[in-house]
């Protein structure tokens, strides 16, 4: 028989890989996320890290901790990140840690929307924009669409996704299709984890409301540890380093600062 080991410093170190921001308020968003995340599992070891622009840097970070790491992207879709910025700094710097799968889409994330929605003033006539970053690849833009689909479910009313930067349609274009329509006002749904220069973009979007970004929601704790978890518990739902730069064919996708 198998028991579970209670949670503590043996069982090494959680890193949470955020991409950087040059918003303070941005910053001290994810330093409460990360305090969510501590407090959800007491005596383990979880660091903030940034990949650029915020200090601490996880390449300065990642080689001292004790091991083993695990690494969660703090990023809401695929894309140049995960697949390629953030492996070639674990790998060039601890080799031996995981990394998960980023964190969307997830019912979780979905949960946490609804929530950023409910506060902002969501009436039951409104028409709902998901509103991301962006990205050239593909298939992070897919990840958005799929929470876009997913938010739909749970809001009862079609969703469009839009981006920011890098897909289509922009922004502006998703809020003009919800404006032909009948709805007497267009919510933007930030779907972004902290503030910076990406939601501002939204406010300044023209949107009847825009939602507060994701932020240190209970939800997005839960979901970092559940990334965590479905990475140690089984090699389909992570991947290491050496298998992450192996898989990764064709020519990569330009990077996208998510903050």
């Known amino acids: 028989m198998t028991f579970a080991r209670p949670y503590g410093r043996s069982q090494g170190t959680l890193v949470i890989a955020a991409h950087g921001t040059r918003s303070a308020a941005g910053e001290r968003t994810l330093a409460r996320l990360a305090d969510a995340v501590r407090h959800l599992r007491e005596g383990r070891r979880v660091e903030l890290a940034y990949l650029e622009i915020s200090q601490p840097l996880l390449a300065d970070v990642l080689p001292d901790l004790p091991g083993p790491v695990t690494v969660v992207p703090l990023l809401l879709a695929g894309g140049y990140h995960v697949h390629i910025d953030l492996p070639n700094v674990v790998a060039a710097t601890r080799p031996d840690a995981t990394v998960t799968a980023p964190l969307g889409p997830h019912p979780l994330l979905t949960r946490a ?73 267009v919510v933007l749904a930030s779907y972004l984890i902290a503030p910076g220069f990406f939601h501002d ?12 970004p994701i932020g ?20 389909l739902s992570s991947f290491t380093i050496s298998s992450a730069l192996a898989s990764r064919e064709g020519p990569a996708s330009a990077p996208t600062n998510i903050s």
């Open 113 to 185: 929307l609804v929530r950023r929605l409910t506060r902002a003033g969501l009436r039951a006539t409104d028409a709902v924009v998901l509103a991301a970053a962006g990205s050239s690849d593909p298939a992070a833009l897919s990840d958005v669409r799929s929470t876009a689909r997913l938010l739909a479910v749970r809001l009862s009313r079609p969703v469009t996704a839009a981006f920011a930067a890098g897909g289509s349609p922009a922004v502006n274009e998703g809020l003009d299709r919800m404006r032909r329509g009948p709805a007497p006002r």
């Open 201 to 212: 973009k939204l406010v300044s979007a023209g949107a009847d409301v825009v939602t507060e």
């Open 216 to 235: 240190a929601d209970p939800d997005l704790a839960a979901l970092v540890w559940a990334r965590h978890d479905q990475a140690a518990g089984s090699s």
